[in-house]
């Protein structure tokens, strides 16, 4: 007998519209979760809700800017209203960009933090009532390696948004242990999306990167989702407050 590891579950997926996020939507609808489908890419979000349902699943597209919070709290709303129940949150959503430090605006910093930092937080605050009313739940949230490593091509606020977000994770989940909400963050590696694609398809300087990846290659999103699958599935019940590095080991050589 088939055995879906997610049925009962309504997870509120940000980034849902491209790369990593639609991957985990598609992960979650296959085990069984209905799925909150957040971005701000609403064409995006609905090739992803179409897809879901061309395999049988069910999800909703809630078209959301994060850096506001007023638009956060009327999307958790209408994920709540439409389903009764949210017991996930992937916080998944961010912007780049590769201006050098000298370079960046006060516009620029604050467009990327204003996104992947007060994007993240206010999703973490507005999804915790429903979360408590739905009797606990599980969170995950995207950091990056560079968060750890700094980066020699990422903008400065990218690589401090994304240590923004293990803060963050680390906060609520010593706050929300009690209310049996696991807060856990995933920092992946050069992996395969629009976010690392320079413009042709292709990721940039390909073959440099995957020589310093132990494991030989740039991840795929199916990489990620996978962990996170595991990080909100009942077999890492007594993981919470937790920093998952998913890199190819990467960082063994101190590379
Ligand atoms: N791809 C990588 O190499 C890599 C490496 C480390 C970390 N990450 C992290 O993984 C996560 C997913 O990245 P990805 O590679 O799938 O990128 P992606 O560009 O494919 O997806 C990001 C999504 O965020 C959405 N978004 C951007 N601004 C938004 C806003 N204001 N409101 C709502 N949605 C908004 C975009 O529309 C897009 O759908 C991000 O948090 C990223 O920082 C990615």
């Given at each position: 007998m088939e055995c879906k590891r997610l049925l009962g579950d309504v997870a509120a997926v940000?980034?849902?519209?491209?790369g990593i996020g639609k991957q985990i939507a598609l992960t979650f609808a296959r085990e069984g979760a209905k799925v909150a489908c957040f971005d701000i890419n609403k064409a995006g979000l609905d090739a992803t809700v179409a897809e879901i349902a061309a395999n049988g699943g069910e999800a909703i597209a809630v078209e959301v800017d994060q850096s506001d919070s007023t638009q956060v709290a009327a999307a958790m709303k209408k994920a709540w209203d439409e389903?009764?129940?949210?017991s996930i949150l992937i916080n998944c959503a961010a912007a780049i960009n590769y201006k050098p430090l000298q370079d960046t605006s006060d516009e620029d910093w604050n467009r990327i933090m204003s996104i992947n930092a007060n994007g993240y937080f206010f999703c973490l605050r507005e999804v915790y009532p429903y979360m408590k009313k739905s009797g606990g739940g599980r969170i995950v949230q995207f950091s990056s390696s560079t968060a750890l490593?700094?980066?020699?091509?990422?903008?400065i606020a990218y690589t401090a948004s994304k240590a923004a977000a293990i803060g963050m994770s680390k906060h609520a989940a010593g706050l929300w242990a009690k209310d049996n909400i696991r807060v856990n963050t995933i920092c992946p590696g050069l992996t395969e999306t629009p976010i690392t694609?320079?413009?042709?398809?292709k990721v940039k300087d390909r073959e440099a990167h995957e020589k310093a990846i132990p494991l030989g290659r740039i991840a795929r999103p199916e990489d990620m989702a996978d962990v996170v699958l595991f990080l909100v599935?009942?077999?890492?019940?007594?993981?919470?407050g937790a920093t998952i590095h998913v890199n190819g080991g990467k960082y063994i050589y101190g590379s």
């Open positions: 940000t980034g849902a519209a491209s389903y009764g129940k949210i490593s700094g980066s020699g091509f990422a903008n694609d320079s413009g042709d398809g599935s009942d077999e890492s019940r007594y993981i919470t």
